[in-house]
């Protein structure tokens, strides 16, 4: 698979480049790949559903909820008000009302055949390699910045105590690295304004 260069941000339509080169199809096509793509998982998580990313949990928005904190410029305390939080993690929390069903991956498949119009195995591959560019980005130090969707990113999570969930022992974690999520502005409004998930 064609790889980023060292600590480059891979864009939208360097996403759309990296899938056309390695499946030789044209840029139009691979640039509605793309957007299919996006376009589906920010859809998922409005209604609630959780959208998988292999090895690393889930996309999925949760509600945080009103609580006390300060005013960054007066120091004063002032409250916090709920807001929603798209996140990618291994953990999640139900809300009630909601389908928290986790996506299926022959939806996706679907999705992107209908809007490149191609057949259910190439639309495959397509899927394959938008992840495997996510993926890559453990090795390349890169970071995937898609406007209107959010950035992937790769963060080191320091060694800490932590408890095995069988067994109740303590014991303390390695350094390790893991993929992280931070959904775009536009992301976080459009599941507010959904309706699906109270009013904000």
Not at 93 to 112: C, Y
Request: include cysteine.
């Amino acid at each position: 698979m064609s790889k980023a260069k060292s600590s480059t941000t891979i864009t939208r339509s360097v996403m759309a480049g990296i899938i056309g080169d390695e499946l030789k199809i044209k840029s139009n096509r691979s640039r509605k790949a793309v957007d299919a793509i996006v376009d589906f998982i920010k859809s998922e998580v409005s209604v609630g559903h959780r959208f998988p990313v292999k090895g690393f949990g889930t996309i999925s928005a949760n509600v945080k909820s009103a609580r006390p904190g300060l005013n960054p410029k007066t120091r004063e305390t002032c409250e916090i008000k709920p807001r929603i939080s798209i996140t990618l993690s291994k953990t999640f929390t139900e809300f009630e009302g909601v389908d928290n069903r986790i996506s299926v991956k022959n939806d996706l498949i679907k999705v992107i055949a209908t809007a490149v119009k191609c057949n259910m195995i190439e639309a495959e591959n397509i899927r394959n390699v938008f992840f495997s560019v996510i993926y890559g980005i453990f090795e390349t130090e890169s970071r995937i910045e898609i406007r209107g969707f959010g950035v992937f990113y790769r963060r080191e999570l320091k060694s800490r105590t932590v408890r095995n969930p069988k067994t109740g022992e303590k014991f303390i974690s390695d350094d390790r690295l893991t993929l992280a999520f931070k959904a775009s502005n536009q992301f976080r409004l459009m599941v507010e304004q959904s309706g699906n998930f109270g009013e904000f």
